[in-house]
């Protein structure tokens, strides 16, 4: 009979060393690695703050009903990642830019594929947004060189606060969206709207759990860019809307002060707001 060490059998004491000793020895390394660090800061977490079972009880509902809500439109566990922080934390480890570079933040859950491609100037708003503005800005390197062939994705909500993929048969396909690409001046602009402030869906266990810590679900207001060009960093990140009343407490944490765009009144013409935001790429480092 094989003799069996104490560490082998689980104890309150040696939980972690218990669960992360039955991990194969062929198991992939970084998974490994990312597996018993797993074990043991959720194992520390249960310790310090004493877990009952009740409570336990209570996340293992909470997380099946989150799985419950999610479909082919809705994602409720990246809703869930957002509203802790995570999705913020993971996008700002894996994007590190030297100073200057324009900055990441979430991507969001309402970007789509396959936007028409418009003409520089081209308006993107197409249900007759009245809070009209004109987006323009340069693309340039961190030496300063504008950048020619910058795709560039936009895309926002409506002035009642909803993206054309929430309300189908309501919005046109394709509203407040669309892809620009850059001359060799660097330059874009294109029409849309004012964009406004908006509550996350709440009507789920996301929701609810912001509900009961006193949290408020609203975002606030910005336009959507994917910003990319072959031999630079992809650049998906938002510009908001200076002086919005939730640029303090984004509800998934989005705001970074680099991002805060100026939209100012425009006097006469077709457009309402100006807002004028320039873009840095870094280059991808050398292999």
Same mark, same amino acid.
């Given at each position: 009979?094989?003799?069996?060490?104490?560490?082998?059998?689980?104890?309150?004491?040696?939980?972690?060393?218990?669960?992360?000793?039955?991990?194969?020895?062929?198991?992939?390394?970084?998974?490994?690695?990312?597996?018993?660090?797993?074990?043991?800061?959720?194992?520390?977490?249960?310790?310090?703050?004493?877990?009952?079972?009740?409570?336990?009880?209570?996340?293992?509902?909470?997380?099946?009903?989150?799985?419950?809500?999610?479909?082919?439109?809705?994602?409720?566990?990246?809703?869930?990642?957002?509203?802790?922080?995570?999705?913020?934390?993971?996008?700002?480890?894996?994007?590190?830019?030297?100073?200057?570079?324009?900055?990441?933040?979430? =991507?969001?859950?309402?970007? /789509?594929? @396959? &936007?028409?491609?418009?003409?520089?100037?081209?308006?993107?708003?197409?249900? !007759? #947004?009245?809070?009209?503005?004109?987006?323009?800005?340069?693309?340039?390197?961190?030496?300063?060189?504008?950048?020619?062939?910058?795709?560039?994705?936009?895309?926002?909500?409506?002035?009642?606060?909803?993206?054309?993929?929430?309300?189908?048969?309501?919005?046109?396909?394709?509203?407040?969206?669309?892809?620009?690409?850059?001359?060799?001046?660097?330059?874009?602009?294109?029409?849309?709207?004012?964009?406004?402030?908006?509550?996350?869906?709440?009507?789920?266990?996301?929701?609810?759990?912001?509900?009961?810590?006193?949290?408020?679900?609203?975002?606030?207001?910005?336009?959507?860019?994917?910003?990319?060009?072959?031999?630079?960093?992809?650049?998906?990140?938002?510009?908001?809307?200076?002086?919005?009343?939730? =640029?303090?407490?984004?509800? /998934?944490? @989005? &705001?970074?002060?680099?991002?805060?765009?100026?939209?100012?009144?425009?006097? !006469? #013409?077709?457009?309402?707001?100006?807002?004028?935001?320039?873009?840095?790429?870094?280059?991808?480092?050398?292999?």
């Amino acid at each position: 009979m094989t003799a069996t060490a104490a560490n082998d059998y689980f104890t309150e004491s040696h939980s972690v060393e218990a669960v992360n000793g039955r991990m194969g020895k062929a198991t992939d390394p970084r998974l490994a690695h990312v597996m018993a660090r797993l074990v043991a800061h959720l194992h520390a977490f249960i310790k310090d703050v004493g877990l009952t079972q009740e409570e336990w009880a209570t996340a293992i509902d909470f997380l099946t009903r989150t799985g419950q809500i999610c479909d082919a439109n809705r994602q409720e566990f990246i809703l869930l990642s957002d509203v802790l922080g995570v999705s913020m934390l993971v996008d700002a480890i894996n994007n590190r830019r030297p100073s200057g570079a324009t900055e990441n933040t979430v =991507l969001g859950p309402f970007h /789509v594929e @396959g &936007v028409p491609k418009y003409p520089m100037g081209a308006n993107i708003s197409q249900d !007759g #947004g009245r809070e009209t503005c004109l987006f323009q800005g340069q693309v340039k390197d961190l030496d300063g060189i504008p950048l020619e062939g910058v795709r560039i994705d936009v895309w926002s909500d409506n002035e009642d606060g909803f993206y054309d993929v929430q309300q189908p048969g309501t919005q046109p396909i394709h509203n407040n969206r669309g892809v620009f690409v850059t001359g060799p001046d660097g330059r874009y602009w294109f029409k849309g709207i004012k964009p406004v402030s908006y509550p996350i869906p709440d009507d789920g266990p996301v929701g609810q759990m912001l509900g009961k810590l006193g949290r408020h679900p609203f975002r606030p207001a910005h336009m959507h860019f994917i910003v990319s060009r072959e031999g630079f960093e992809t650049v998906v990140t938002h510009s908001f809307v200076a002086g919005d009343d939730y =640029l303090q407490s984004d509800a /998934v944490f @989005g &705001v970074k002060q680099s991002l805060i765009a100026p939209f100012e009144p425009v006097a !006469g #013409g077709d457009t309402k707001w100006l807002s004028t935001f320039d873009f840095v790429l870094n280059k991808v480092a050398a292999e």
